[in-house]
């Protein structure tokens, strides 16, 4: 099992940018795949980002497409979410999520979740 805790959210203009952080333990983080999923009130739980384990391939929403970018570290076991050109409806919790087996976009497919971390966009 893999714990997460992501840090970095906060109040934003539209129009700027923030990066998100998520930290993990456990010994078998570099054979996780994270991703990082979003949630608005009223809202159901939305894929946003995702990475292999090895960091070769990277996987988007079509609404951030362009505008974010997920990287990861695995020597510091953390997992990032560059968000640019931030817009209103970007506003969500953000939660990041590793599982050990194939990327997907369906969010009851990921072992693993952080706690979330509130993102909020001005417009």
């Known amino acids: 099992q893999v714990q997460l805790v992501e840090s970095g959210g906060g109040l934003v203009q539209a129009g700027g940018s923030l990066r998100l952080s998520c930290a993990a333990s456990?010994?078998?983080?570099?054979?996780?795949?994270l991703g990082w999923f979003r949630q608005a009130p009223g809202k159901e739980r939305e894929f946003v980002a995702a990475?292999?384990?090895?960091?070769?391939?990277?996987y988007y929403g079509d609404s951030v497409k362009g505008r974010f970018i997920i990287s990861r570290d695995n020597a510091k076991n953390t997992v990032y979410l560059q968000m640019n050109s931030l817009k209103f409806d970007d506003t969500a919790v953000y939660y990041c999520a590793a599982d050990p087996g194939s990327i997907t976009t369906m969010p009851a497919e990921w072992r693993s979740w952080g706690q979330g971390t509130q993102v909020t966009v001005s417009s």
């Open positions: 990475i292999s384990w090895s960091g070769g391939s990277t």
């Open positions: 456990g010994r078998t983080f570099r054979r996780y795949a």
